[in-house]
């Protein structure tokens, strides 16, 4: 039996692990065409600040795929035949033709550019979802002195910002929506945000759309704003999200539309054709798209698990997301931003903190949290075991509330 992996991110890595854990004889290839594929992307923010080495990226210990007996190719794949089982992979310029018995598609997306910077090749335009990419930034900035500008205010474009504020550096975060992190964030939770922001020296645009962009040279100099305003900036960091890689998909005739499509045992439409990670969608789920690194790493277990014969599912909720921000945590559970006269909305605002549960069916379902402690661990247990708490869920917003006490409920 043979098992292939396009993707050496997190979710295809999980998938070869979970796939030798459950098979000790299978050969297992894993292809991807990267030179960091095996970095712990989420702490790509640390090395660029300085505060961990290159050496500390690596997300496997070493020697990770001679112990497991994984076989990995450089390479990129071209083509993909399921009727005939068969892949083309280019490898040092050549093409190869290899054969699988079960695939799986890891192979994520790629970063977009705003509409408006075309195909020009910027030198002081970066994008930061690769080692590369923060090797470019990190480069620019030790010369760098002018203003920084941040597109995006989602998930990577408020932690860049930051990031980026907290070097020291003078930066703009401009969003086209109110929302900031999320969509869906409580109104009240969201001004916090931007309060914390701009207290810390970052201007916030938001609802902004750029008419035109201004250039000197290979350099990009200015924003023009839809008021009229001129942005000048010394350098630009896109963080637009991702657009998944969906040509291997289409040509080998899979069900995709924003993504691939999957059931919940990863399967595509194609039986022996897994995906996971960053390149699927969840079309049977209130939440389709889950582009973070926890839930795609869990996706590539169950496709690993399925790869060989199981039929384990793979249980969006409760997603999670936990980071924090100038040193305040901020924290975002289960469906924390779900509408309905179902759902009922617990809060409690201090002057340096604001928490809210969202309750249905006397059951915990979703969280926000800012400031405080919003400890992931405990609160997935009880949302995902539905279990109640003696005195009620109230008291979740306590700071003096025992929150581990929760692992024995």
């Known amino acids: 039996m043979k098992y292939m992996i396009i993707g050496g991110g997190c979710a295809g890595i999980e998938a070869a692990r979970e796939i030798r854990r459950r098979d000790s004889e299978v050969k297992i290839i ?4 990267s030179g960091d594929s095996f970095i712990f992307r989420p702490a790509l923010k640390e090395y660029l600040m300085g505060a961990i080495r290159k050496e500390e990226l690596r997300g496997l210990p070493a020697g990770f795929f001679i112990d497991k007996r994984i076989e990995f190719l450089k390479g990129t794949v071209t083509s993909l035949d399921a009727d005939k089982t068969l892949i083309t992979v280019k490898e040092n310029g050549k093409d190869t033709v290899k054969n699988y018995d079960k695939l799986l598609l890891a192979h994520g997306g790629r970063p977009n550019l705003p509409p408006y910077l075309g195909d020009r090749d910027l030198k002081n335009v970066f994008q930061f979802k690769s080692l590369g990419d923060a090797e470019s930034i990190k480069s620019h900035l030790k010369t760098s002195k002018g ?3 941040v597109i995006g205010g989602g998930v990577l474009g408020v932690e860049t910002a930051e990031l980026l504020s907290r070097m020291d550096h003078n930066v703009t975060l401009l969003s086209r929506s109110e929302n900031l992190v999320f969509r869906g964030i409580p109104k009240r939770l969201r001004q916090r945000v931007r309060n914390l922001f701009e207290k810390n020296g970052v201007a916030i645009l938001m609802c902004k759309m750029v008419t035109d962009i201004e250039i000197s040279g290979d350099r990009l100099t200015g924003l023009v704003l839809d008021d009229g305003n001129l ?8 963080c637009t999200g991702i657009s998944p890689n969906l040509n291997l998909a289409a040509e080998a005739g899979l069900e995709i539309s924003k993504g691939i499509h999957v059931d919940r045992t990863m399967r595509t439409s194609r039986e022996n054709v897994f995906a996971a990670g960053d390149c699927v969608v969840l079309d049977w789920s209130s939440r389709k798209i889950l582009r973070l690194w926890e839930p795609s790493r869990r996706m590539g277990r169950i ?3 399925n790869m060989t014969g199981a039929n384990e599912v793979f249980d969006p909720y409760p997603s999670f997301y936990h980071t924090y921000l100038f040193d305040v945590p901020l924290g975002f559970f289960g469906d924390f931003d779900t509408p309905g006269e179902d759902y009922d909305r617990v809060t409690r605002k201090t002057d340096d903190g604001y928490r809210e549960l969202v309750i249905k069916n006397n ?8 400031g405080g402690r919003p400890s992931p661990p405990p609160f997935l247990h009880l949302m995902k075991s539905g279990k109640k708490i003696r005195g009620g869920f109230r008291q979740l917003l306590d700071d003096d509330f025992d929150i581990e006490r929760l692992w024995y409920q």
Not at 231 to 238: G, Q, T, V
Request: proline share 0%; with cysteine; net charge negative.
């Open 303 to 305: 496709a690993g698990a």
């Open 231 to 238: 942005l000048e900036m010394d350098m630009l960091i896109a």
């Open 147 to 149: 203003r920084c500008m």
């Open 363 to 370: 059951r915990l379902v979703g969280a926000s949290f800012m």
């Open 30 to 33: 894993i292809i991807d065409d």
